[in-house]
């Protein structure tokens, strides 16, 4: 068993670990390639509607499955999706698990991490939803 960690977006520490086991763990963020311009910042996941920095409302997305490439291509997909259709793909789809956190800070993941998801010290008072 592997424990992964998942970076907090505001602060950089560690949010939560993922315990993981022969899968890939992916994360796609507006936190780690980006520049700041005029007070804006601009990061490099495109929303190709816009072409402009995908603002969708969530900071960062990680995925885990057993397919790195999959993995790699969803979390950038469903960051620019949002939470709202990011949740029905996964509703309609189930061959991975996710951790979505919001601009806010606020956590969601599916209900095959719960069990494997726990906040790091300094987190336990974060409130995590499971999506149904």
């Not at 992964?4 to 390639?33: F, H, K």
């Not at 995925?63 to 993995?71: A, D, P, S």
């Not at 790091?120 to 995590?128: D, I, S, W």
Request: with cysteine.
């Amino acid at each position: 068993l592997w424990r992964v960690g998942i970076e907090d977006p505001e602060t950089g520490g560690a949010l939560a670990i993922l315990g993981v086991s022969d899968e890939a763990v992916v994360t796609s963020g507006n936190y780690q390639r980006y520049f700041e311009e005029d007070g804006e910042k601009y990061w490099h996941i495109i929303d190709p509607e816009t072409a402009a920095p995908a603002r969708s409302g969530l900071s960062s997305v990680t995925i885990v499955g057993t397919e790195g490439l999959y993995c790699d291509a969803l979390s950038t997909a469903l960051f620019v999706m949002g939470l709202g259709e990011a949740a029905d793909f996964w509703r309609e789809y189930q061959d991975f698990e996710a951790v979505f956190i919001e601009d806010d800070g606020d956590v969601f993941l599916t209900p095959g991490l719960k069990e494997r998801f726990t906040l790091a010290e300094g987190y336990q008072t974060r409130e995590v939803t499971v999506l149904e």
